[in-house]
C-alpha cells in the first residue's frame, strides 16, 4: 500500500513538474513572438505575446509557489513522520535498555545479596570460631591455674617431706626431744596424715606432759576422726597447761573447743539413749571403762563442767 502511495505521489510531482515545463515553453515562445512581433513593427501584435507570456510567467509563478508550499507541507509531514519513527525507536530503544538495565541491576543485586549472606555466614562462623577459641582459653587458663595449684601443692608436699626428714634426723639424733616430735607432727598434719600426727603429739606428750600445743593439736584430729570424748579431755588439759603457763588467748581457744565438742558428744549421747533402752549393766560397765587411766584436773572446770572432771589421756 505505502509503495502504491509513494508511486502515486511520484506520478504527482512528475506532472506538476511537465505542467510547469510547458507553462515556460509557451512562455517562451510567447516572448519570442512578442520580439518577433516588434521586429515587423507591429506593437499590437507584439503586445499580445508578451501579456500572454507575463501571465503564463505569473501562474507558472502561482504554481511554483503552490508546488513549493506542497513540497515543505510534505516535507513537515515526512519529517514528522520521521521524527515520529525516530521517536517511536528510541522510545523502543530506552524501553528496551531500561529492561536491560533492570535486568542487569537485578542480577547485581542477587549477586550482591549472595555475597552479603556468605560474608554473613563467615562472619557467624568466625564469631562462633572466637567463642570457642574463648572457651578453650578459658579451660586453658583454668587448666594452667589448676597445675599451677596443683604444682604449688606438690612443692609445699615436698617441702614438708623433706621437713619431716630433717625433724626425722633430728629425733634420730636425739630422741628425747619433744619439741622435734611436736614439730613432725605438724607436718604430718600438714599432709593429712592424722594417724602419724596424733601418734607424734602423743610422743611428744611422753616425753613433756605438760605439752599445751601438743593436746591442743591431738584434740583437733580427734574430734575430726570422731573420737569427741578424747578429744575433750586433750582440750581440757590443753586449756589448763595453757592458763598456767600465761597464754591467755590460747587457753580460751582450747575452752571454747572443749565446750563445742562436750556439748555435741552429750547431745548425741542423749539422742542416742531417748531412741534405745541401755540396760543399768552395760552402763555400769561404761562407767568403769571410763574411770581407767584418769588424771584429775582439779576444780579449773568445775563452773562448767560439773559432771566430768576426769580427763584420759592417750598414750
Do not use: C, W
Request: hydrophobic residues 35%; aromatic residues 6%.
Amino acid at each position: 500500500m505505502e509503495t502504491q502511495v509513494e508511486k502515486q505521489e511520484l506520478t504527482n510531482e512528475n506532472n506538476k513538474s511537465n505542467r510547469s515545463d510547458i507553462f515556460d515553453l509557451l512562455s517562451g515562445i510567447g516572448l519570442v513572438g512578442g520580439a518577433v512581433g516588434s521586429l515587423f513593427g507591429n506593437a499590437v501584435f507584439a503586445a499580445i505575446p508578451i501579456s500572454f507570456s507575463v501571465a503564463l510567467q505569473i501562474a507558472n509563478r502561482r504554481q511554483l509557489k503552490v508546488q513549493l508550499a506542497q513540497l515543505q507541507e510534505s516535507a513537515v509531514i515526512q519529517m514528522s513522520e520521521q521524527i515520529n519513527n525516530n521517536q517511536s525507536i528510541i522510545l523502543e530503544q530506552f524501553q528496551q535498555l531500561r529492561k536491560d538495565s533492570e535486568e542487569h541491576l537485578n542480577q547485581q543485586d542477587q549477586k550482591v545479596k549472595i555475597v552479603v549472606s556468605e560474608l554473613s555466614e563467615k562472619i557467624t562462623n568466625h564469631q562462633e570460631s572466637l567463642n570457642t577459641l574463648k572457651v578453650e582459653k578459658d579451660q586453658l587458663n583454668q587448666f594452667t591455674h589448676s597445675l599451677e595449684s596443683q604444682l604449688s601443692k606438690v612443692q609445699e608436699i615436698v617441702e614438708t617431706l623433706q621437713q619431716i626428714e630433717n625433724v626425722s634426723q633430728v629425733i634420730r639424733i636425739n630422741p628425747q626431744g619433744a619439741d622435734a616430735y611436736y614439730e613432725r607432727g605438724l607436718s604430718h598434719q600438714k599432709l593429712g596424715d592424722k594417724t602419724g600426727a596424733i601418734e607424734d603429739y602423743t610422743e611428744a606428750l611422753h616425753l613433756n606432759s605438760t605439752y599445751a600445743k601438743a593436746y591442743h593439736n591431738r584434740g583437733i584430729l580427734l574430734a575430726e576422726m570422731g573420737n569427741k570424748k578424747q578429744a575433750v579431755e586433750d582440750l581440757r588439759l590443753a586449756a589448763k597447761y595453757y592458763f598456767e603457763q600465761g597464754d591467755i588467748e590460747s587457753y580460751e581457744k582450747a575452752r571454747n573447743l572443749s565446750k563445742e565438742f562436750y556439748e555435741v558428744r552429750h547431745s548425741l549421747i542423749n539422742h542416742l539413749e531417748s531412741d534405745s533402752v541401755v540396760s543399768d549393766e552395760s552402763i555400769m560397765k561404761e562407767n568403769s571403762s571410763n574411770q581407767v587411766n584418769l588424771i584429775s584436773v582439779g576444780g579449773l572446770f568445775d563452773d562448767d563442767f560439773d559432771t566430768e572432771q576426769n580427763i584420759t589421756v592417750l598414750g
